[in-house]
């Protein structure tokens, strides 16, 4: 018989019913010899010893069954990690009967990116009482793992027959990028001083009218109380309030990660990887630097704040569809292995290019508005160089 296959059946029998242990196999075996034994011999003897143990091979298969049920395991919420740090799991398997359950083993099966499924032996649990089980899963890489499947398995009481069953619990764990500490970034210091000339003249242009009154109109619900102008509400016997001249443009940095699918150029997956891992060092280097900054992909478009964008890269792959609009038309921080990107960039934007066997013949020809990233060279110390 095929060994897959013969695995398969158990696996089947395990989880639908129950499936012999090796010690199983020999009861049941011994069984048999001693009834064939007794037919020969019609020694009354025999027939006992064949019968009782046919009465404990019964036992052992319908006890873990039994035991198995009324088994409750609850998940509490996994926090946040950054890459190579441990995932900590936390379950807790509770007994819904008065009686105590023995000698079971949980497996929590993880996802295969992970690695191996986690399991732990449980020697007992009292009646309408519970087990806390927390255990520590290390990481490597970054992502948004989803997973809720639980075995629980016993031989219990007499190690004779495994019965296996399965139970829900989701769990999700978010595995944050790396994000690389950063003493300088010429890159994000260059774009930070075009954004502060480009408002400093904005504002002459403006005639420094921001936060200047530029109309009186009605009272609106939602509006902030600050904004009424309580002079002119009295006269007109109504409450009007004061509309602002504001000026909110140019103000941002926008890190732009190329994620779009592209038949001809596809990303290397440890070029995208080393990408997403610049994307939240210069986005964290440029909140440092107390610069409004915001982070793009094709799938979510603009995201701000450090959660929504840590999430959003953990999320991230090389092979999203376009679901935002297109590129905001302003100065941007583009993150690409595609060269031929670079030549539809807005004026005044800086580029990182990822070295490839598709781009390096094409290299020459780009501008040095940008940062070439070789792969034989720390990342850390490749964006800290001028560019």
């Given amino acids: ?60 298969a319908i006890l873990p069954e039994r035991s198995l049920r009324q088994i409750r395991i609850t998940r509490r919420a996994i926090e ?19 009686q105590p359950k023995t000698l079971l083993q949980v497996q929590d099966m993880l996802p295969y990116v992970l690695g191996q499924p986690a399991s732990t032996a449980i020697e007992l649990i009292p009646g309408q009482g519970s087990y806390h089980w927390v255990y520590e899963h290390p990481t490597q890489r970054r992502g948004v793992f989803r997973w809720q499947t639980l075995q629980l398995r016993t031989a219990t009481p007499l190690g004779l027959f495994w019965c296996r069953r399965s139970q829900t619990a989701k769990a999700t764990a978010i595995v944050y990028p790396t994000v690389l500490p950063l003493n300088q970034c010429p890159l994000i210091d260059e ?42 509400s009295a006269r007109y016997g109504e409450l009007r309030v004061r509309e602002l001249e504001t000026f909110t443009g140019g103000q941002e940095i926008i890190i732009c990660l190329d994620t779009e699918m592209r038949g001809e150029t596809p990303w290397e997956a440890d070029n ?22 915001g982070v793009w992909t094709a799938a979510t478009g603009l995201v701000k704040g450090k959660q929504v964008v840590l999430e ?33 960039l807005p004026d005044g934007s800086r580029w990182v290019l990822w070295s490839s066997p598709h781009t390096a013949s094409e290299q020459g020809a780009i501008a040095h508005s940008g940062l070439v990233i070789q792969p034989d060279q720390p990342l850390q110390i490749q964006l800290q160089t001028s560019v």
Avoid at 80 to 98: F, M, W
Avoid at 318 to 341: C, K, N
């Fill in 1 to 60: 018989m095929n060994p897959n296959l013969g695995q398969r059946i158990a696996d089947w029998f395990e989880t639908h019913w129950v499936t012999p242990a090796y010690s199983g196999w020999l009861a049941g075996g011994l069984s048999i010899f001693f009834f064939a034994a007794a037919t020969n011999t019609m020694a009354g003897w025999l027939y006992v010893i064949s019968g009782v143990m046919f009465a404990l091979l019964a036992v052992a």
């Fill in 80 to 98: 946040p990690i950054s890459a190579g740090e441990p995932l900590i799991v936390e379950l807790v398997v509770e007994n819904q009967t008065n």
């Fill in 191 to 232: 774009m930070g001083r075009d954004v502060n000339v480009h408002v400093q003249s904005a504002y002459r242009a403006q005639g420094a009218t921001e936060g200047v009154t530029r109309t009186l109109r009605p009272y609106r619900w939602g509006d902030s109380i600050r904004l009424i102008h309580w002079r002119t």
């Fill in 272 to 293: 995208f990887e080393q990408a997403v891992i610049a994307a939240a060092s210069l986005y964290f280097y440029a909140v440092h630097q107390n610069l409004q900054v």
């Fill in 312 to 344: 959003t890269l953990a999320a991230t792959s090389a092979t999203e569809e376009r679901r935002a609009e297109r590129l905001p038309d302003v100065p941007l921080l583009w993150l690409t292995q595609d060269v031929r990107s670079l030549k539809a």
